[in-house]
C-alpha cells in the first residue's frame, strides 16, 4: 500500500557532502542544516537574512546543490517559496531574520497553508546565552509560527540540529503539504554540530476506498448532484474524467476558488469556480441534492452578511466526500468514471477557436480579456491576483491556449508577484504572467526586484484603476451607499497616481504604458515574445 505520512531513512543513499564544509575543522550547524536540505532535494531557499543567520549564508559558498534567492521583503519571500511548491509538488526552504523578520512573512504563509504547499521555513533566533536580555529584536517567534504553521520547533542543541532539519522536512512533507517552522538559536550555526539529518522519503497520495466510489456513483445515478474540485484534482487527467462525468451523467462540476493550481484553456473541459459572493453561490448551487467533494471542503461565503447564510448549499443537499484532501482525487474521478460507465461519454468543451485581439478603442477589461484570449502562448503559467477584473476576465481565459493558473488560496492579497516569482524559478523552461490588481501589487512590490536580479521570464500586466475597486463593491453591499469624500478617500489610490512604469524601471524591470486596447495588443504581443521580467501598466 502507498505511504501517506513521510518517513526517514538513512542519508548514506546520497553522496556524502560533509567534505565539502569547512575542510579540517568539525562540521559546523550551519553546514549541517545545508547539508540535511541537500540531501533531501530541497534546491531553493528565498531568504532575507539577518545578523543571526550569518552562518548560514556564509555556508552557501561551500553548498553547490542549494541555490539562495535574494528576496527585499519577507512577504516575497513566502509566496516564492509558494509558488514554487505549487509547480514542483516539493518544498523550498525560505530563512527568515527572527520574530519580526517572520512577522512580515506571515501573510504569505497563510495563503501557502490554505494551498497546502510544503515549505520549509528556517527562521534564526538571538544566541541561547543573550535570550535572557531581552533585547530590541527579542519576541516570541514560536507564537509567531503558530499562527500559520502545522508544525515549530525549536533546536535545543547544535548536536540535535539535523535530526531537528530531517523532521521539520518529514512534516512539510505530510499531505496534502504543510508549513513546517524550525527555530534555530546563532549560536548552534557556528558551534560544532552532530551528524548531518537523514533523509527523509516523500509520502504518496492513496486512492479513495471503493465505498466511497460506489456512494459517489449511486449519487450522480439519482441526479442534481454536482463535483466541487480542489487540491490536485484540477489537471488534465481529472478535468478529463470530471467532463466524461458530466456529459454522461449531467452532473455539474464546480472549481473551489481556492484550489492552488488549475488548467485551463479551450482545450479542457470548463470548470466555472464557485462564485465570490454569496447570493451569486446560492444560485449555482441551487436545487442539488447531492454535492461530492474532491479533495476540497464544502463551500462557505468569505464573509458574514445580515439576512445570508455563511453555506450557499442547500439544507437539503447531501454532502459526500470522494476524496480527502490527503488522496488521490485524480484517480478518485478516474474510478468513478469507470463504476458510471462513462469511459467513451463526451466531454463539454469551451471549444471556440482563437479569438481576434482587438486593435483599436477604449481599454477595458473585456479588451484585456480578448486580447490574452488571442495571444496568449501555449502553456503559460498565469498568477491571478486580479481581485474585481477577474469576474470579466477569466471567461475570456478559457477560450485561451491551454495555461495553469495559480489564484490566491487564502484570501490574503499581496501574493500575485512573488507566487509569481516562485513560479518562474520552479519552471525556468515557461513563461509566467502575473495579471495583477494595482492597489495588492503594492503589498509585495519588491518581487519585481528579484525577477530582474534572476532575470526570471515573467510578464507582469498591472490592471490600473486606480482604486481598491472590491471595496467598492462590498461598501455598497454593506449598505453604505452615502459615501463622502473622507470615506471615498480611503478606497482611492490618486493623489498621486501610482507610477508604475517608474516604480517597474526603478527595480530594473522594463516597463509600457497602454491606455487603449490597440496599445495593449500592440505591447503584449511584443513582450509575450521577449525573455525575461517585463511589465505593462494596463490603465482601466
Not at 79 to 97: I, K, Q, S, V
Request: charged letters at 15%; aromatic letters at 4%; hydrophobic letters at 45%.
Amino acid at each position: 500500500m502507498s505511504r501517506s505520512n513521510p518517513v526517514i531513512r538513512p542519508v548514506s543513499v546520497y553522496k556524502d557532502l560533509s567534505h565539502v564544509y569547512y575542510p579540517a575543522i568539525c562540521m559546523t550547524g550551519a553546514a549541517c542544516l545545508l547539508e540535511t536540505l541537500i540531501a533531501n532535494q530541497i534546491e531553493v531557499c528565498f531568504m532575507n537574512p539577518g545578523t543571526s543567520e550569518m552562518h548560514f549564508v556564509a555556508a552557501l559558498d561551500h553548498a553547490a546543490g542549494l541555490r539562495g534567492v535574494l528576496c527585499l521583503y519577507e512577504g516575497v519571500c513566502s509566496g516564492a517559496a509558494d509558488g514554487y511548491a505549487r509547480m514542483t509538488g516539493r518544498p523550498a526552504a525560505t530563512l527568515l531574520h527572527l520574530g519580526p523578520g517572520l512577522a512580515n512573512g506571515l501573510s504569505n504563509f497563510h495563503n501557502a497553508r490554505k494551498a497546502g504547499s510544503p515549505i520549509v521555513s528556517i527562521v534564526g533566533e538571538h544566541a541561547t546565552g543573550h535570550r535572557k536580555y531581552d533585547a530590541p529584536l527579542t519576541s516570541d517567534i514560536a507564537a509567531f509560527a503558530r499562527t500559520v504553521s502545522h508544525h515549530v520547533r525549536t533546536v535545543k542543541s547544535a548536536a540535535s540540529l539535523g535530526t531537528a532539519v530531517s523532521e521539520t522536512i518529514a512534516a512539510a512533507l505530510a499531505l496534502p503539504g504543510k508549513i513546517a517552522t524550525l527555530i534555530i538559536p546563532a549560536d548552534f550555526s557556528w558551534q560544532e554540530s552532530g551528524p548531518t539529518g537523514l533523509a527523509v522519503m516523500r509520502p504518496q497520495r492513496c486512492p479513495p476506498s471503493s465505498g466511497s466510489v460506489l456512494d459517489a456513483a449511486r449519487a450522480m445515478r439519482s441526479g442534481n448532484c454536482a463535483l466541487i474540485l480542489g487540491g490536485t484534482s484540477m489537471n488534465t487527467g481529472a478535468l478529463e474524467a470530471a467532463g466524461r462525468l458530466a456529459g454522461a451523467t449531467g452532473a455539474r462540476v464546480f472549481a473551489d476558488r481556492s484550489t492552488p493550481r488549475l488548467v485551463s484553456g479551450r482545450a479542457h473541459f470548463a470548470v466555472p469556480k464557485v462564485p465570490y459572493f454569496p447570493e451569486d453561490a446560492i444560485a449555482a448551487l441551487a436545487g442539488l441534492r447531492h454535492l461530492i467533494l474532491v479533495e476540497t471542503q464544502a463551500p462557505v461565503s468569505f464573509f458574514g452578511y445580515p439576512d445570508t447564510p455563511s453555506s450557499p448549499v442547500p439544507k437539503t443537499c447531501t454532502v459526500s466526500v470522494l476524496a480527502t484532501r490527503e488522496q488521490d482525487g485524480t484517480a478518485a474521478l478516474e474510478a468513478l468514471v469507470e463504476e458510471c460507465g462513462a469511459r467513451n461519454a463526451n466531454i463539454p468543451v469551451a471549444g471556440q477557436g482563437p479569438s481576434v485581439a482587438p486593435l483599436d478603442g477604449p481599454l477595458t477589461l473585456d479588451a484585456i480579456g480578448g486580447t490574452l484570449a488571442a495571444l496568449l502562448p501555449q502553456d503559460v503559467i498565469i498568477s491571478d491576483e486580479m481581485i474585481s477584473s477577474g469576474a470579466s476576465i477569466l471567461p475570456y481565459l478559457a477560450r485561451a491556449a491551454a495555461h495553469e493558473q495559480l489564484p490566491i488560496t487564502g484570501g490574503s492579497i499581496g501574493q500575485g508577484l512573488p507566487v509569481a516569482v516562485g513560479a518562474a524559478i520552479a519552471c525556468h523552461d515557461r513563461k509566467v504572467l502575473a495579471l495583477q490588481a494595482d492597489g495588492s501589487a503594492m503589498y509585495s512590490l519588491q518581487a519585481l526586484w528579484t525577477m530582474a536580479r534572476e532575470n526570471l521570464d515573467v510578464l507582469i500586466v498591472v490592471l490600473a484603476n486606480r482604486r481598491y475597486r472590491i471595496l467598492d463593491i462590498e461598501m455598497a453591499r454593506a449598505g453604505a451607499h452615502q459615501v463622502g469624500q473622507r470615506a471615498n478617500d480611503m478606497l482611492d489610490l490618486r493623489r498621486p497616481d501610482l507610477d508604475f512604469l517608474s516604480l517597474s524601471q526603478g527595480m530594473g524591470v522594463p516597463a509600457t504604458r497602454a491606455t487603449t486596447a490597440g496599445e495593449f495588443t500592440k505591447q503584449f504581443r511584443v513582450a509575450v515574445e521577449e525573455r525575461g521580467p517585463r511589465l505593462i501598466e494596463a490603465v482601466v
